[in-house]
T-cell receptor
Framework: GAGVSQSPSNKVTEKGKDVELRCDPI?????LYWYRQSLGQGLEFLIY????????KSGLPSDRFSAERTGGSVSTLTIQRTQQEDSAVYLC???????????????FGPGTRLTVL | GQNIDQPTEMTATEGAIVQINCTYQ??????LFWYQQHAGEAPTFLSY????GLEEKGRFSSFLSRSKGYSYLLLKELQMKDSASYLC??????????FGGGTRLMVKP
């Protein structure tokens, strides 16, 4: 597709349940990022995939959070045993050689709004 | 690590000029980005500075001083549709971005 897509757009779950959030990056982009944004706040980095290298997981807030990227394309962010404080918008971004030369700017998807009841 | 500071909120009048400042302290610097984010939408790329000076793109300009750890985004001829949050982000080693908390700009008639 032309841009980054994410699914679902909205997810409501009960405390303690597991959720999976999906991201389809722009075709050909080698880098993929997950961020979390709470209401009215900035973006909090979660995890970064670059090509076939080991992902940078330094932003994951707890071991309940994990992510994988299959075939260097689609990524899934999994949150186990969700808590109410996990409620936020989860944004995915990808970057590559498209866009402004030298910038390698990140292109963001529309996000998944997660609500944990 | 990275620390990014920008004002939380600003208000300006339609047709005016507004400057949104961003200061940063970093352990490595590989470029500074400004993104625009309308409420409920994804951030969209506005500008990129890696060398000192001013980059102009239509009504928007962005300035960088690496020695001062300082950038600003300048918006001219403000329009109502410019009401949004403006996010300053610094790229460190690799292609990782650290974002500031964002500046919510309200444009009034």
């Amino acid at each position: 597709g032309a841009g980054v897509s994410q699914s679902p757009s909205n997810k409501v779950t009960e405390k303690g349940k597991d959720v999976e959030l999906r991201c389809d990056p722009i075709s050909g982009h080698t880098a993929l990022y997950w961020y979390r944004q709470s209401l009215g706040q900035g973006l909090e980095f979660l995890i970064y995939f670059q090509g076939n290298s080991a992902p940078d997981k330094s932003g994951l807030p707890s071991d309940r959070f994990s992510a994988e990227r299959t075939g260097g394309s689609v990524s899934t962010l999994t949150i186990q045993r969700t808590q109410q404080e996990d409620s936020a918008v989860y944004l995915c971004a990808s970057s590559g050689t498209s866009g402004l030369a030298g910038a390698n700017e990140q292109f963001f998807g529309p996000g998944t709004r997660l609500t944990v009841l | 690590g990275q620390n990014i500071d920008q004002p939380t909120e600003m208000t300006a009048t339609e047709g005016a000029i507004v400057q949104i400042n961003c200061t940063y302290q970093t352990s490595g610097f590989n470029g500074l980005f400004w993104y625009q984010q309308h409420a409920g939408e994804a951030p969209t790329f506005l500008s990129y500075n890696v060398l000192d000076g001013l980059e102009e793109k239509g009504r928007f300009s962005s300035f960088l001083s690496r020695s001062k750890g300082y950038s600003y985004l300048l918006l001219k001829e403000l329009q109502m549709k410019d009401s949004a949050s403006y996010l300053c982000a610094v790229r460190g080693p690799g292609n990782m971005l650290t974002f500031g908390g964002g500046t919510r700009l309200m444009v009034k008639p």
